[in-house]
Structure formats: structure tokens, C-alpha cells
């Protein structure tokens, strides 16, 4: 079995994978944005010397082969995921934006039917992303890869671990939280409410896949370890480190991204607001079909600008970026136990394993629920 798991032929029908995202969040929320204060990280290519020392040159090319497909199959199933989400709130601000319009063009039978029928456009690309999102279910796809990536960047310091950590086990082809079993207790079943699928068998085998992936490389790697355990757990430290650091500087990154879009919102939302209640006013003394637009259209478009940040989680995500952080530069500020014995350096690569591994918890809390569940 080949250590890459190909996409699922259903994911293929989105093209997007996220540019619509990434143009309103790079080119819109955060223009002209710099960051500042960033950590010193290794680079790639020492990271990568780095793995090659760790697994030997037998392990580099399946290892760098699998995370490389896993991370662009994340990203471009993400994409497409989010992006669903994207047109949703643009087609539903444009279609409130039509409708306002018609007040406009009431004397023009012509420009009347036109708005009309780019409300109705508006409302079937809606409808037509809505289906075919909830039918392909990207999000479920999206979690599951992204559990995927995560594990693999930990399956060579999870291979210098014990046995029988929860991480090897795990790596050993363990089904995640996301897969246990659900209780079927009447009390239980209540509360997971009506939009939760009982299976998605789509979503199961690409899980199932992916974790024999994963199972299929830690073994080899688990067994390399095991030629010099002392050896490899020095130099799984020594890695451990380098990603712990590019790791913190992503975080920290991510975490002042989040940071700005949320701030540059709020102000745009407040002049939107403040442009509504501008409108509202002069209609005592001008009455006028643009100010009727104006304040129809205008808290459309912010109220799909706070959905769209609501979807993307941004507040929650600066917290949890920033906290991550800050977990991470603890972990790089303790005692190097590259010189101690094997159980001390098993335990401290634990430690960074188990809170690489800890922020897809997060993630699950999260977009777990994210689902494409509804239409708005």
C-alpha cells in the first residue's frame, strides 16, 4: 500500500480550494499588513536535513512524500470547504442588495427584471453550492486531513516514544476522537440534535485510509528507532526542537493575522453602522431610493462580513494560536535532555507530541460542527 492516500473522486469538483477565501482575508482584511516581532525559526531546508539524519535516507522520501500530499489535500479541501461557506454569505449580501435596488429602478421595467433575476441567480448558486457542499461533505474530509498532516509532522518523534504511550497506539492505527464510536443512549442522542449524520461513509473510508497510511510508516519508522533507541531519541529531541520552533513562529504569526482581521472588521462594521444611521437620518429632510439602498444593502454586506468571521472563527482562533504560543515556547525554555537517559528524553518528547497533538483537539472543538448543515 502506497504511504500517499489519492483524494476521493468527489473532492475534485471544487476548483476553488480557497481562493475566494484567501483573496477577501489576504487582499481585503489584511492589505498592506505586516507582521512584527516574529520568533527565529529554522528553515525548511534544515528541518529537512534534520529528518533526513533522524529517519535515514530509506524513510526520508516516503515521509516527505506523504506530509507534502497530505498538506496540499488539506489545504485544497479546506479551501474548498470554507469557500462554500464564503459564497454563501456573498451571494446572500448581493441578493439583499438586488432586492433593495429594485426601489431604485421602480420606473425602469427593463433594470427592474435585470435586478430580479440576479436575485434569483444570487439565490440558485446559493442553493447549488449548499447542495453539493453538504453532498461531498468537504468539512468532514477537511478535519480528517488535517488530523492526518498534524499526526504525520509527529510520527517521527512518536516512533522514539514507548510503546504503549497513547500516541503510539494511536500511530498504530487507532481510530482519533473524531471516529469513536457514539453512543446510541436515547439522553445522548438527544442532544446531538437533528444535522448530524449517523455515518458518512465517504468521510469513514478516506479515515480509515489515511490511518493505514500513518500505521504503515509508523511501523517502519518504529522500527528503525529501535535499531539505536537512545541514538534516535537524541536526535528525535534535536527535531523535536526545530519543529517546536517553526511551530511557535507560525502561531504567533496566525495568531496576529486573526488578531487584525477581527480589529479591522469591528471598524468597518462600525462604519457601516455609522453610514446606516447617516441615511436613516437625512431621509427626515431627502427622501431618496439610493438612501433606501443604503440602508438596506449596507448592513447586509456587514452582517455577511460578521458571518463570515463567525465562520472563520477568527476571536476564538487568535486565543487559541496565542495560547498554543505560549505552550510552545515552555516547552522549548525547559531542560535540554538531550545527554539523559532514554525514558527522560521519551518523556520530554511526549510532552511536545502530545501538545502537537493536543491543538487538533482544539481544532475538532472548533470546526467539528462546522458542517455544511444549513443554508445561511
Known amino acids: 500500500m502506497s504511504s500517499s492516500v489519492s483524494p476521493p473522486p468527489a473532492t475534485i469538483r471544487c476548483h476553488s480550494a480557497g481562493r475566494l477565501r484567501g483573496f477577501i482575508r489576504n487582499r481585503i482584511l489584511l492589505a498592506l499588513w505586516q507582521p512584527h516581532a516574529l520568533p ?11 529528518l533526513a539524519q ?13 506530509l507534502a500530499h497530505a498538506d496540499s489535500e488539506a489545504r485544497h479541501v479546506g ?84 510503546a504503549d504511550s497513547p500516541q503510539a497506539r494511536l500511530a498504530r492505527g487507532g481510530a482519533e476522537d473524531a471516529d469513536a464510536p457514539v453512543s446510541q443512549a436515547p439522553h445522548l442522542a438527544a442532544l446531538r440534535g437533528h444535522h448530524r449524520k449517523a455515518a458518512d461513509a465517504g468521510v469513514a473510508l ?35 526542537r526545530t519543529v517546536a520552533g517553526q511551530q511557535l513562529r507560525y502561531h504567533c504569526l496566525r495568531a496576529q493575522q486573526e488578531q487584525t482581521i477581527v480589529h479591522r472588521v469591528h471598524v468597518v462594521s462600525t462604519a457601516a453602522f455609522a453610514l446606516t444611521v447617516v441615511a436613516v437620518l437625512v431621509h427626515f429632510w431627502w427622501h431618496s431610493a439610493l438612501l433606501t439602498v443604503i440602508c438596506t444593502g449596507v448592513p447586509a454586506f456587514a452582517a455577511s462580513l460578521h458571518g463570515f468571521l463567525a465562520q472563520e472563527e477568527s ?45 487538533m483537539q482544539d481544532w475538532h472543538r472548533l470546526f467539528g460542527d462546522k458542517g455544511m448543515y444549513h443554508l445561511g
Open 206 to 240: 478516506h479515515g480509515a485510509e489515511l490511518r493505514a497510511a500513518r500505521a504503515q510508516l509508523y511501523q517502519r519508522l518504529r522500527g528503525h528507532a529501535l535499531e539505536h533507541p537512545a541514538r534516535y531519541a537524541a536526535q528525535a529531541l534535536g527535531y523535536g
Open 79 to 162: 479551501g474548498c470547504a470554507r469557500d462554500a461557506y464564503t459564497v454563501l454569505y456573498a451571494c446572500a449580501g448581493l441578493a439583499v442588495l438586488f432586492a433593495a435596488s429594485g426601489v431604485a429602478a421602480a420606473g425602469n421595467h427593463t433594470l427592474l427584471n435585470l435586478l430580479v433575476l440576479a436575485e434569483l441567480a444570487m439565490l440558485l448558486v446559493l442553493l447549488l453550492t449548499f447542495r453539493s457542499a453538504h453532498r461531498v461533505n468537504w468539512h468532514g474530509r477537511w478535519m480528517a486531513l488535517r488530523f492526518h498532516v498534524e499526526f504525520l509532522r509527529c510520527l517521527p518523534i512518536t516512533a522514539a516514544m514507548h
Open 315 to 359: 476571536e476564538r482562533l487568535a486565543a487559541s494560536f496565542s495560547a498554543m504560543a505560549e505552550r510552545l515556547q515552555g516547552w522549548l525554555d525547559g531542560v535540554d535532555d538531550a545527554g539523559a537517559d532514554l525514558p527522560a528524553m521519551q518523556q520530554r518528547l511526549g510532552e511536545l507530541a502530545e501538545l502537537l497533538m493536543g491543538e
Open 40 to 50: 527565529h525559526a529554522a528553515g525548511d531546508a534544515a528541518a529537512a536535513q534534520q
Open 54 to 66: 533522524l529517519v535515514g535516507p530509506a524513510m526520508l522520501a516516503p515521509m516527505h512524500d506523504a
